[in-house]
């Protein structure tokens, strides 16, 4: 099953960014970086199954795709992972960054709500978010007949997108993961456990 992990964040600001308090000086680039190395990583190697879009209010939106990253160069800790996203993301071109880790990240014309819209326009039934109020996640599976692809929407710290009236106008199924408030990049990992389970 092809998963494509859906994050926004309106709070990454790198303007202050040190490498000495990611968390305090970016606006939380280290909840990204934890979740994309859940996300891409898999025992060694890039999860090939998987894939994962940022949409950055400040920067833009950024696909990471494994195809076109390179394993061996790719940062595989969060502190190293979030000083290569800051260097890209504060890059005039990112297409001129040859030196950087991340060379091979996509970067997407398009806004959170206009990717939903595309989605539904395309038909892809198989879009969810992820929150503790949804069915869960095994009962879905056991509802629904086995995708091949899969959008799946993590939410942020304040859920205040997830929670949007603009938002909420999707009417997308909400999944979950049990009543425990889990980290974005817990999720992840739990939710590809999961699915490698089905396969
Ligand atoms: C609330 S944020 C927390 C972000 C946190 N600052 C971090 O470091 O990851 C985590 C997101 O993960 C998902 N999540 C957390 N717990 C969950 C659960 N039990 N079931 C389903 N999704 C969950 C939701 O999308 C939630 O918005």
Do not use: W
């Not at 869960?136 to 942020?156: A, V």
């Not at 859920?159 to 425990?180: A, C, Q, R, V, Y």
Request: aromatic residues 10%; positive net charge; proline residues 3%.
């Amino acid at each position: 099953m092809k998963t494509t992990f859906l994050m926004k964040s309106d709070s990454v600001d790198l303007e202050q960014y040190t490498i000495k308090d990611i968390p305090g000086s970016s606006g939380r680039l280290d909840v990204l970086a934890r979740s994309i190395l859940s996300a891409l990583l898999c025992e060694g190697q890039f999860d090939i199954n998987s894939k994962l879009i940022i949409f950055l209010a400040r920067y833009g939106t950024f696909k990471l795709d494994p195809r076109f990253l390179d394993y061996s160069k790719f940062p595989k800790n969060e502190i190293l992972l979030s000083d290569s996203l800051c260097k890209l993301l504060k890059s005039e071109d990112i297409h001129n960054i040859h030196s950087n880790p991340l060379n091979g990240i996509k970067k997407l014309d398009l806004s959170f709500i206009s990717f939903i819209k595309k989605l539904r326009i395309k038909g892809s039934p198989f879009l969810f978010i992820l929150k503790e109020s949804g069915i869960l996640f095994s009962q879905m599976l056991k509802e629904q007949r086995l995708m091949d692809e899969i959008y799946l929407i993590i939410g942020n710290q304040s859920e205040d997108f997830i929670n949007s009236e603009e938002f909420l106008h999707f009417n997308i199924p909400e999944i979950s993961l049990g009543s425990k408030s889990l980290l974005a990049s817990t999720t992840i990992r739990l939710l590809k456990l999961k699915m490698a389970l089905l396969r």
